[in-house]
């Protein structure tokens, strides 16, 4: 059963414009959610964080929406550049007790085309 | 060196041999995880140790034997393996309890033929 789904394998947007990646989750205990980023050859990179208190988070060109009761998160990316060309992951976080236990997305292929 | 590092990038192995993973990681964190990534599969959480000892066994088959002899290293013991245990393990740390940010390693990528 998967918890995190991410139901795009993979998504083209030319340079510029706004990329927006889609993630669903299952679980409603989940308090934290969490976007990584994927080069090749490299592993993954945290980009952006959202409690699940809140509904928007902002950094710079990137923006993380959420929406609990559709169990919906998205990550905007706005303008696109060539450099976001990546796999990102979205993740999802739930207090195990001593650590936060994280449940991964498989991942959404960014091609951003200049 | 900086943030976490694995040894070896590459692996190949045959289903008879034993050989080790390791993780080092420079950052001061307390809590380190093994993640395992098939094709076209999610992040697989494999173990997490959290100031040394072993907080969760994700079901992992017991051909992979984790180690971690203190809060920067973790190694992962293969033996045994079968062909498709093939994947990129990862390996994370984290500052521990309240800490949602991991920091990835890059991988080894392992076959095993």
């Known amino acids: 059963d998967q918890q995190v789904k991410q139901n795009s394998p993979s998504l083209s947007v030319q340079e510029g414009r706004i990329s927006i990646l889609n993630c669903d989750y299952t679980?409603?205990?989940?308090?934290?959610f969490l976007w990584y980023k994927k080069y090749p050859a490299e592993g993954p990179t945290f980009l952006i964080s959202?409690?699940?208190?809140?509904d928007k988070n902002e950094d710079g060109r990137f923006t993380v929406f959420l929406n609990k009761s559709a169990k919906h998160l998205s990550l905007h990316i706005v303008p696109s550049q060539p450099g976001d060309s990546a796999v990102y992951f979205c993740?999802?976080?739930?207090?195990?007790?001593?650590?936060?236990?994280?449940?991964f997305g498989t991942g959404t292929k960014l091609q951003v085309i200049p | 060196e900086t943030g976490v590092t694995q040894t070896p990038r590459h692996l190949v192995m045959g289903m008879t041999n034993k050989k080790s993973l390791k993780c080092e990681q420079h950052?001061?964190?307390?809590?380190m995880y093994w993640y395992k990534q098939s094709a076209k599969k999610p992040l697989e959480l494999m173990f997490v140790?959290?100031?040394?000892?072993?907080?969760e066994n994700n079901s992992v088959p017991s051909r992979f034997s984790p180690e971690c002899p203190n809060s920067s290293h973790l190694f992962l013991h293969l033996h045994t393996l079968q062909p498709e245990d093939s994947a990129l393990y990862l390996c994370?740390?984290?500052?521990?309890?309240?800490?949602?940010?991991?920091?990835f390693g890059p991988g080894t990528r392992l076959t095993v033929t």
């Open positions: 994370a740390s984290s500052q521990g309890r309240g800490d949602y940010e991991q920091y």
């Open positions: 679980n409603s205990m989940f308090d934290y």
């Open positions: 959202i409690s699940s208190i809140k």
């Open positions: 993740a999802a976080s739930l207090d195990s007790g001593g650590y936060q236990k994280v449940t």
């Open positions: 950052l001061g964190h307390n809590a």
């Open positions: 140790y959290n100031f040394k000892e072993q907080t």
